[in-house]
């Protein structure tokens, strides 16, 4: 059996151990409740869970069945024939209100057949228990129905080896719209975890206010926590904390990596994506074509993803075409041998060459549907309106490409990322090219989307210069901290630029520059950018090395002598900025980065988020 713990300790920390405490918690919570149980899921969190345990551990502790929660399903979710019926009904959901409509309504479904069997319910927020939901559920009149009412803290997840998520979707969106500061508390609670995992961490660094504000609620934190926490020693050696809302430009732009491509075109989600099944049916077997998306699981785990995932697009099919040798080859060798001990040898590695062979069969085929989504003449116009508009050009005037995908009425997030771009690339647009966009946006798409423009003006994605973010100047950003670079290799890169073809992200910028030279080197460019600075915070004098703790399931291989920077997203990061931060590492200059954030994101799912309030 695969070792569920294996692919999280190969990094410079081991997040394996925080994968290890989620699965002993989520076992506690099975055991709490002797006997059979069944399981109702909120369907959003049993993907993410997936990344925590297998089925089979929910088997082991008890769980007869498993099932999605629904609205208006004639189904039961307990079987009303059997004379062993189960003794627990737990519900696991998020705090979300209109998910509690779905829960009383299953609840009223079961309520005869829980009464005459005598079936206990219970029911589980996760991250967190929301009094609101409660007091939701006792107005629809069935709270008085669960024996237990209380919260599986699920603060962060381990995704990969190098990369920590909250998966808190609407962070950006609660913290920039609503002024809800709930994702800054998790998010310093979150922090919390890692530092009694890892030591506290000795210096802070950060940028925005949502930085400065997750800051002071650590320090707070850290005050209860100081039994708990190892003060003396850290795997960790920096903690760098950066506001999504100091750089909205970087999530605008296309990104260029294979796993970015991938997340822009069939999105992402909890380490999987949904393909097209026609590419990965076998027509020698069958002449059906199969109507199930193929899901594919996109981590570490595979080696040559891991190899290839942080590539430019340009690069992955000469990459493919190297690994596909280097297996041919080793297939070849088998026809020269002569000897039963080589043999034998070779017959032992067929189970990880065809492993190997599968793999590269997956990614040759999703390499193909990456192709078609980039070779088309849209996704090149695209490209070069982007490319235009980084480069300071046709920033001040109506944009004739953007114009006409108004007029072709293209999916209005395309034409609301190229917006926002060109906005923060001119430092707010001029007020009669905005109301020509506005009332243009308006007839083509419908009146509500005023109330999505609005949005973008309050987080400060669209502006007019009068209304722009205070001191913000896109030139003399570029400038200064280099984010065009003209001359960019692709296939052997030299810069972070590499990940969106001649742009280096502003944030991951900010994390090179903080190793080397260090910030002090930019402090009037620190000004320019929005919310205040946080340099070189103590929060301990020690930077000793924690040795790696010994555990009977969890790999304690790694350990590193670089210094080790955790660069923590408020409000989301893009695949691109992980791969640029992935390459910086790879450099062996005495700096590694792992990474955290409140979730994964692109334009796209960034501008969904803000448009979902219209619905």
Known sequence: MNDPFASLSTGSVNFGYIKEDARKELMKLLDKHDGCKILVWDGVLIERFSLIAEYSLFKEHNAKSMHYLQKSSSSHFIPTSTSDPPAHLIFITRPILSVMDKIAECVRKEERVIKNKGIECHLYFVPWKSFLCIQK????????????????????????????????????????????????????????????HYGVIPTIYGKGRHSKKTCSLLQKMMVDEEEQADDDHSQIDRLLILDRSTDLLTPMLTQLTYEGLIDEAFGINNTTVLLPPEKFSNQSKSDEIPTEKKKV?????????????????????????????????????????????LMRQFVSKIPQINQVKASLATHLNIAELIKEYTGTEDFFENLSIEQE???GINTERVNPHIEGYIFQKKPLTQVLRLLCLQSMCNNGLKTKVYEYYKREIIQTYGYKHLATLHRLETVGLLSSPSAGVQGWNYNTLRKSLRLIVDEVNEKEPSDISYVYSGYAPLSVRLAQILSHPGWRSIEEVLKILPGPTINDL?????????????????????????????????????????????????????????????????????????MLLNE
């Open 137 to 196: 559920l006792e107005e629809l009149g069935v709270y008085g129905s669960f024996n237990t009412v209380d919260e599986y803290r699920l603060d962060i997840m381990a995704l990969d080896s190098d990369i920590l998520s909250m998966e808190y979707n609407s962070a950006f969106a609660d913290l920039n719209l609503d002024d809800d500061n709930s994702p800054l508390f998790h998010a310093a609670r979150a922090l919390i975890t890692i530092q009694r």
């Open 297 to 341: 699981l996109l981590t570490s785990r595979d080696p040559l993803y891991s190899r290839v995932r942080d590539c430019n697009f340009n690069a992955v099919g000469f990459r493919l075409k190297t690994e596909t040798a280097v297996l041919n080859s080793k297939m070849e060798e088998r026809h020269n041998m002569q000897d039963l001990k």
């Open 389 to 391: 508009l980084t480069n």
């Open 538 to 610: 103590k929060q301990t004098k020690t930077r000793k090395k924690w040795p790696q703790r010994s555990s009977t399931t969890v790999s304690t291989d790694s350990s590193s002598t670089s210094l080790v920077t955790l660069v923590f997203f408020i409000g989301g990061v893009t695949y691109a900025e992980l791969a640029a931060l992935r390459f910086l590492s790879s450099r062996n200059d005495g700096n590694e980065y792992v990474m955290a954030t409140t979730s994964i994101i692109n334009g796209t799912t960034m501008l969904d988020n803000l």
